[in-house]
Nanobody, 126 residues
Framework: QVQVVESGGGLVQAGGSLRLSCASS????????MGWFRQAPGKDREFVAGINWSGGITNYADSVKGRFAITRDNAKNTVYLQMISLKPEDTAVYYC???????????????????WGQGTQVTVSL
């Protein structure tokens, strides 16, 4: 079993930056693909970014390309989501998810991920 816990959310003004962290425990997730999803009020949960087990392959939603960056530190069992140039439409609960182990690709669909965190709120004000 894998547990993932998100942190780093908060309130930020438009144009600002935040870094989210996803710490994993239980089985080592160094062989797991990790993803970030988000859910805004009244909307479905959507894919934001993903990274394969080695960090060599990343995938981003078009809406965040060039503004968000996903990285991982396998020694710390932690995945990060650096967010810059934040917009009010980035406001959502952000979820970390794990897919693995050693499965191919960085999928954008919720059903492809096996373990989920409880989420962290990101609010971007004007």
């Amino acid at each position: 079993q894998v547990q993932v816990v998100e942190s780093g959310g908060g309130l930020v003004q438009a144009g600002g930056s935040l870094r989210l962290s996803c710490a994993s425990s239980g089985r080592t997730v160094s062989s797991y693909t990790m993803g970030w999803f988000r859910q805004a009020p009244g909307k479905d949960r959507e894919f934001v970014a993903g990274i394969n087990w080695s960090g060599g392959i990343t995938n981003y939603a078009d809406s965040v390309k060039g503004r968000f960056a996903i990285t991982r530190d396998n020694a710390k069992n932690t995945v990060y989501l650096q967010m810059i140039s934040l917009k009010p439409e980035d406001t959502a609960v952000y979820y970390c998810a794990a897919r693995g182990p050693l499965r191919v690709g960085v999928p954008m669909t919720e059903s492809a991920y096996d373990f989920w965190g409880q989420g962290t709120q990101v609010t971007v004000s004007l």
